[in-house]
């Protein structure tokens, strides 16, 4: 009788992993460096499966106060696939969401598992990415850079738009990234960040009241990085892919907006850019 072949077991996910997570991206065609990797583990509970002490598989949980959490850099290796190991990281998951509400990207290749785990469509990311061309950028004196003293109101900004509790998530993208503002009667009212991330450069979250204000914030970042690769991550409803299209960030793929859980969780028209596709 042939022995049954033992299945990798899934402890917590520490930073010492993170190199192997790097392979297990790359082999993906995800672009994140280790830092990349860093930023996400240092919010989230992580969770990683080892088959005789090798990763073959990561995913995530990202908590946003108790309201939401996000499921994220999901992968299992071609070794172990079919084997039910992604269906054993998703209990697990669930089970660290707990009584949130939990939001997630979708590939083409976890949707149908998503599906049938109770999680619904709900939207759609549109990724757009590229070499920026040259454009004539204007002046806009309404944009301003932000400094460390601007960080509570970016953070009070963030709750009113997103409606999530993402101080963890700031605090990180705070201390790599650069801020653009623009303020009404000195309060802030729309900010757009810009960070190192995979093959360049990153724009997002970018919020603000409307399409025309973002486009103002993203613009400025993309003036400051002509001949630089960069991506942005948008919702398709925002109207920007055709937009970015003329800078040179074509559209390159996305993934589905997916849901479960006990809360309504609106995607707000306010949010013009995610973070990364992997926390929102």
């Given at each position: 009788?042939?022995?049954?072949q033992?299945l990798?077991?899934?402890?917590?996910?520490?930073?010492?992993?993170?190199?192997?997570?790097?392979i297990?991206?790359q082999?993906?065609?995800?672009p994140h460096?280790?830092?990349?990797?860093a930023?996400?583990?240092?919010i989230?509970?992580?969770?990683?499966?080892?088959?005789?002490?090798?990763?073959?598989?990561?995913?995530?949980?990202?908590?946003?106060?108790?309201?939401?959490?996000t499921?994220?850099?999901?992968?299992?290796?071609?070794?172990?696939r079919?084997?039910g190991?992604?269906?054993?990281?998703?209990?697990?998951l669930?089970?660290l969401?707990?009584?949130?509400?939990?939001?997630?990207?979708?590939?083409?290749?976890g949707?149908?598992?998503?599906?049938?785990?109770?999680?619904?469509?709900?939207?759609?990311?549109?990724?757009?990415?590229?070499v920026?061309?040259?454009?004539?950028?204007?002046?806009?004196?309404?944009?301003?850079?932000?400094g460390?003293?601007?960080?509570?109101?970016?953070?009070?900004l963030?709750?009113?738009?997103?409606?999530?509790?993402?101080?963890a998530?700031?605090?990180?993208l705070?201390?790599?990234?650069?801020?653009?503002?623009?303020?009404?009667?000195?309060a802030?009212?729309?900010?757009?960040?810009?960070?190192?991330?995979?093959?360049?450069k990153?724009?997002?979250?970018?919020l603000?009241?409307?399409?025309?204000?973002?486009?103002?914030?993203?613009a400025a970042?993309l003036?400051e990085?002509?001949?630089?690769?960069?991506r942005?991550?948008?919702?398709?409803?925002?109207?920007?892919g055709?937009?970015?299209?003329?800078?040179?960030?074509?559209?390159?793929?996305?993934?589905r907006?997916?849901?479960?859980?006990?809360?309504?969780?609106?995607?707000?028209?306010?949010?013009?850019?995610?973070?990364?596709?992997?926390?929102?």
């Amino acid at each position: 009788m042939q022995a049954t072949q033992k299945l990798p077991s899934i402890v917590r996910f520490e930073k010492t992993h993170i190199p192997s997570g790097v392979i297990l991206s790359q082999a993906e065609s995800w672009p994140h460096r280790p830092e990349d990797w860093a930023l996400i583990q240092n919010i989230s509970d992580g969770l990683v499966a080892l088959d005789n002490d090798e990763v073959v598989g990561t995913a995530f949980c990202t908590p946003f106060g108790d309201k939401l959490a996000t499921l994220n850099m999901i992968i299992v290796a071609d070794s172990q696939r079919g084997r039910g190991l992604g269906t054993r990281f998703m209990d697990r998951l669930i089970e660290l969401a707990g009584a949130r509400t939990i939001r997630l990207i979708a590939t083409e290749a976890g949707y149908p598992l998503y599906l049938k785990m109770g999680f619904e469509e709900t939207g759609r990311i549109l990724q757009q990415q590229g070499v920026v061309q040259a454009f004539e950028a204007g002046t806009n004196a309404a944009i301003e850079s932000a400094g460390t003293d601007d960080h509570e109101a970016i953070l009070a900004l963030d709750a009113a738009k997103s409606g999530l509790d993402r101080h963890a998530l700031w605090q990180e993208l705070f201390q790599v990234s650069t801020l653009k503002v623009i303020r009404d009667q000195g309060a802030i009212v729309a900010v757009a960040a810009c960070r190192d991330f995979g093959r360049g450069k990153v724009v997002g979250p970018v919020l603000a009241d409307d399409a025309a204000t973002a486009r103002q914030l993203i613009a400025a970042h993309l003036a400051e990085n002509i001949d630089t690769f960069v991506r942005i991550d948008v919702p398709a409803e925002s109207g920007l892919g055709a937009w970015l299209e003329s800078f040179g960030l074509t559209h390159a793929g996305g993934g589905r907006i997916m849901m479960r859980g006990p809360q309504v969780i609106l995607e707000t028209p306010g949010v013009f850019a995610l973070a990364s596709q992997a926390v929102g």
